[in-house]
Every structure is written in structure tokens, then in C-alpha cells.
């Protein structure tokens, strides 16, 4: 469990972090909120972690499916993956919370940053090197955020 001193620091942390890796790299994958909220809902939670793994990479294929099959492209294609991210996160959660009982919090907010973050992997990705490099800046600004927040719960 988080404090909330904890949980402020640590979206600030992650907001410094995400701003300093636009600014240098031009990276924006799920904007500056989405990997500290994430972050802190891990902290909440770890059964979030799975499931949001498991809902990128769905809706990561289903970005690639719809985009490649379909006339979607900016706004709509976004849309359609956002609505694809809540129907995906809630059933995946729903099917966890059969074997794991306690519920992961703000689920509604939560559904969102999958389809976020594969939409922004699709569009930042000209290439595989290019999405490679974005899932791995992502990985990479989880492992720094996380370990901020876990040294910082220690802390507070």
C-alpha cells in the first residue's frame, strides 16, 4: 500500500521524468500520466500490472487489425481503440478477479492507458526497430518510476 505522500511524489516524479524524456527523445508513449498512474496503481495493487500488460498487448493487435483493415486513421482510429481498451480491460479484470478477489482500484480510469499506449506505440512505430525502442523507453520509465515510488513509500 501507497501512502498518499508516496503517490504525489511519485506522479510528480513520473511527470518530471516523462517531460524530460519528450524533450530529449521526443518519446510520448500514453503522454505524461499514464506510466506514474500506473505506477501507482501497482503499488495499490499488483494484479494491475498483469492485466495491463496482457490489455496493451490486445489492444496493440487490435490497433494493427483495425488500422490495417479498416478506413480509421487519427481521432477515430483512437477512439474506436479506446472503446476496444475498456471492453478488453474490464473482461480481463473481471476474468482475474475470479481467481484473485480483490478488486483493482479505479478500474475506469484504469481501462483507459492501454489503448492509449498501443495507439501511441502505432503511431510513434514506423517500423519493428522503432516500436522495439518505444516499448523499451516504456519498460525502462516504468522500472524508474516504480522504483522511485517503492523507495519513496520506504521513505514516507
Known amino acids: 500500500m501507497i501512502s498518499t505522500t508516496a503517490a504525489v511524489l511519485t506522479m510528480l516524479f513520473g511527470f518530471m521524468l516523462g517531460y524530460a524524456l519528450y524533450e530529449w527523445k521526443r518519446y510520448r508513449l500514453g503522454g505524461i500520466i499514464a506510466v506514474p498512474l500506473i505506477v501507482v496503481y ?11 500488460i496482457v490489455a496493451i498487448m490486445l489492444c496493440y493487435i487490435a490497433v494493427n487489425v483495425i488500422s490495417s483493415q479498416t478506413l480509421l486513421y487519427g481521432r477515430r482510429l483512437l477512439y474506436m481503440v479506446m472503446m476496444f481498451s475498456i471492453i478488453v480491460t474490464f473482461i480481463i479484470a473481471w476474468l482475474v478477479s475470479m481467481v484473485y478477489p480483490e478488486p483493482i482500484p479505479s478500474l475506469v480510469i484504469f481501462s483507459l492507458f492501454p489503448g492509449l499506449i498501443a495507439y501511441n506505440i502505432r503511431k510513434d512505430s514506423v ?30
Do not use: C, H, K, R
Open 127 to 156: 517500423d519493428f526497430d522503432s516500436s522495439t525502442n518505444s516499448v523499451l523507453m516504456l519498460v525502462l520509465q516504468f522500472i524508474f518510476v516504480w522504483g522511485f515510488a517503492f523507495g519513496i513509500s520506504m521513505v514516507v
Open 42 to 52: 501497482t503499488m495499490e495493487n499488483w494484479i494491475s500490472l498483469p492485466v495491463i
